[in-house]
């Protein structure tokens, strides 16, 4: 668990009555904050922490948060600036709220005023009113004839498009959703609202009430007893892990959990960590209690955004479910906190302010005196050593729910078998038995695109990118190249750019590849290939999904999308098709996550009436991983990698933290990381390891050439005294100025 960071009391720090200045945290890169006057006119009461204010900087005029009010600065009287505006009667953030932001910029060692700057909605830091928004929703009316609608239209094409355009969407489309399918569309539709063809209507963007919702179920006997001893921390802090088998009814916990929190009249926050991923678990909840539910993810538009992070501050919204930024939402009645898949990368924040939404959750909560529940099928390392070590109280469910049968796993080995298109004949056989036998089938490879580079047989030139040190991935049906590291993308080419030779061979299979293929032998099989490709269209990852739930798919190929959070009552056989491409990582969290990968995709099989079974396609079936996962599940192999981790003194046996560098030109960089392993030896931090500098397993990305320093202590005490005192000096190296850095305090990976 983090360690708290001691908060330091500021003695120039005032009481309202002597206060002459205001200290503000402002969105920009520097790492400090700053004083303003305070004009005669503007309320002292305006200015308490929290608010937000106007106020000149340069040249320009940001919106920053007031921090607090101060008799005296540093700086002299005669060269702060007065602030411009106050904006808010009342706080935008709570105290403990901005506690936490602050406890957040100081352990992952980053600006407040950025940190803020990210917690607040768009409107918000954009210096907009802290006023309830409404979002207009516009769609067809129900009365008049439709032949007739299209004959009075037939001189005015626009609208007629549009009309039509919106009889597609039954429940109507905003703003932000026609911008997306039309162009110019505000003409026009203002002329059918005259004709009364249109209506337009006022869109919450909280869920509606459920007054029919569902009823809970009985709970078995591990899910009571895990429910019966989380309820009793309820109203004190205490972090709680569901570690629960695929299929056991984790979700079933959280909501009995929550139905009780939010009976007792308090606010309940669920993460997920991707919502588009999780959509039966946001239906779940929505489904079971008669409250308003916000949600808040990415696929909102900023005003939506803003509407529900309102509605949750004023306590209008009862439960919030979102993704890993919903951790900054004020909740004045939190009572519990429930992260669903809670070993999951994606709460980790992997640019810009690098924090673990998992992590600032287990904060919060301490700081008010809350429970927290992390869920997952397959722990990670460090939760579970958390537990071992008693952090953690451990609760698991080991028997699958209901008609919910245990999945047969077996290691298919592809040693000496011909491939059809990255398929064994075995693999081919044992897909007609499933489907003969009116099972549904899910075909896992974590690589989209048609294959991962293109290769000419007679030189051997391949597609690499111009811009990273990684081949350009072939995506057939656009007949197009991409990059999956920068996102590039070029026409795929006819003939060698080397020597001109006609053959370019496809080397390796990704999801379209296998798509094709299977088409070619399945052709009466309804087939669904479900990536990031596919899935790019509003609703288009929904519709694939409820094609699948319903079974009207009877082949499934895809990537993660596809490894966590879905039920898919007739699949039978799931098979990943190349576990080896994490066997030989160089980072050391590679195998942890395959481990989890492999567990999680398994998890889809066998969940309702039928048995189901797993193929494991590999080149080294006995590999000590895959070994273990198979005879000893994936407690087995945590027991393992933990001892390995202990050896090699890795986390969470220890703590790290990665000096990240880009740069434009190469030498650039290298000049910036000796200067900054010249600081650090000039300090020489006992109890810290430094490694480096080195460069990073992908050299050049984007265009720019990284390299790194990495930092590891056993304490993250000395670490984070090591990083006081090194992150001003980085600031003030002349190299500095030629590249781009940043800190990664608990990375996720080492690339």
């Known amino acids: 668990m983090i360690t708290d960071l001691a908060i330091n009391r500021d003695p120039d720090s005032a009481t309202e009555a002597g206060a002459t200045i205001i200290r503000v945290a402002v969105p920009t890169p520097l790492y400090r904050n700053f004083d303003y006057q305070i004009p005669d006119g503007i309320a002292l009461a305006q200015l308490r922490p929290g608010c937000r204010v106007r106020v000149p900087f340069g040249r320009q005029q940001l919106t920053g948060v007031a921090l607090e009010l101060r ?80 004959t009075q239209l037939k001189r005015a094409p ?16 905003d703003a932000d959703q026609l911008n997306a399918l039309t ?103 929505q489904t079971r209690f008669n409250v308003p539910v916000a949600m808040l993810h990415s696929g909102l538009s900023d005003n939506q955004r803003f509407i529900a992070w309102r509605a949750c501050a004023t306590g209008e919204a009862r439960l919030l479910i979102g993704t890993r930024s919903a951790i900054f939402t004020p909740l004045p009645e939190l009572g519990l906190i429930v992260l669903d898949e809670e070993h999951d990368g994606s709460y980790k924040q992997q640019e810009g302010f690098r924090y673990n939404a998992r992590d600032l959750a287990l904060v919060r909560a301490q700081k008010i005196g809350v429970p927290v529940v992390l869920g997952s099928a397959t722990p990670s390392l460090e939760s579970l050593h958390n537990a071992v070590r008693q952090r953690y109280q451990l609760h698991t469910l080991t028997q699958r729910a209901g ?67 990684a081949h350009m991935t072939y995506h057939q049906h656009k007949q197009q190249l991409h990059c999956h590291h920068c996102g590039a993308e ?77 039920d898919f009552p007739n699949l039978t056989l799931v098979a990943v098709l190349d576990a080896d491409q994490s066997l030989h990582s160089t980072d050391f969290r590679a195998a942890e996550h395959l481990a989890q990968l492999i567990i999680q995709v398994s998890g889809r099989a066998g969940r309702a009436e039928k048995p189901g079974e797993v193929v ?46 880009e740069a434009v030109k190469q030498g650039a960089g290298e000049e910036f990381m000796r200067a900054a392993h010249d600081l650090l030896q000039r300090f020489n931090p006992t109890g810290v390891s430094i490694f480096g500098p080195v460069k990073a397993p992908m050299e050049r990305r984007a265009g720019r050439f990284r390299s790194q320093v990495m930092l590891q202590a056993s304490d993250r005490r000395p670490l984070h005294r090591v990083l006081q005192f090194w992150l001003p000096q980085l600031q003030a190296l002349k190299q500095a100025r030629a590249v781009r850095w940043s800190l990664d305090v608990d990375p996720y990976d080492t690339y």
Not at 80 to 88: E, I, R
Not at 191 to 199: D, F, G, I, S, Y
Not at 208 to 220: C, F, G, Y
Not at 410 to 439: V, W
């Open 71 to 150: 008799a005296q600065s540093d700086c002299p009287a005669h060269k702060l600036k007065p602030v411009l505006a106050a904006l808010d009667a009342e706080p935008v953030l709570d105290a403990d709220l901005l506690e936490l932001l602050q406890w957040a910029a100081r352990y992952y060692h980053h600006p407040l005023g950025e940190v803020i700057h990210i917690a607040l909605p768009a409107p918000l830091r954009e210096g907009r009113a802290n006023a309830a928004l409404t979002i207009s929703r516009w769609q067809t009316s129900t009365g008049g004839d439709a032949i007739e609608a299209v």
């Open 158 to 173: 626009k609208q007629l498009q549009l009309l039509q355009l919106l009889q597609q969407y039954p429940g109507g489309l």
């Open 183 to 285: 162009d110019n569309w505000r003409h026009a539709m203002r002329a059918l609202l005259e004709k009364n063809l249109v209506v337009e209507r006022q869109q919450s963007a909280l869920s509606p009430i459920n007054s029919n919702h569902d009823s809970a179920p009985r709970l078995r006997h591990e899910q009571q007893a895990s429910v019966n001893a989380i309820m009793a921390s309820l109203g004190e802090h205490q972090v709680h892990l569901l570690h629960g088998v695929t299929g056991s009814g984790k979700t079933e916990v959280y909501l009995a959990l929550t139905e009780a929190v939010l009976a007792a009249g308090q606010q309940v926050l669920v993460l997920v960590p991707e919502i588009s991923l999780t959509p039966q678990l946001g239906e779940c909840f």
């Open 403 to 469: 008609n919910n049968h245990k999945v047969r796993i077996e290691l298919m080995d592809l040693r000496k078998q011909k491939l059809e298109e990255g398929l064994s004949a075995l693999l081919i056989d044992r897909i007609k038995q499933h489907l003969q036998n009116q099972g549904q089938v899910l075909l896992f490879l974590n690589r989209r695109g048609f294959a991962p580079l293109l290769l000419c047989h007679a030189c051997g030139w391949s597609t690499l990118c111009a811009r990273c040190d």
């Open 490 to 566: 070029s026409r795929a080419p006819q003939v060698c750019a080397d020597c001109g030779d006609s053959e370019l061979v496809a080397i390796g299979a990704g999801t379209e590849r296998i798509e094709n293929h299977l088409r070619n032998l399945f052709a009466e099989t309804t087939i669904s290939r479900i990536d990031r490709d596919t899935t790019r269209r509003k609703g288009s990852l929904q519709a694939k999904l409820a094609e699948a739930h319903s079974g009207e798919s009877g082949i499934l190929i895809g990537t993660q999308m596809l490894a966590k959070g879905h």
């Open 616 to 661: 494991i396609q590999t080149h080294h079936p006995d590999h000590p991983l895959l070994q273990t996962l198979l005879h000893h599940g994936y407690n087995g192999f945590a027991e393992a990698a933990l001892a390995e981790r202990q050896l090699a003194v890795l986390a969470p046996y220890s703590h790290l933290v990665i000096l990240r560098c």
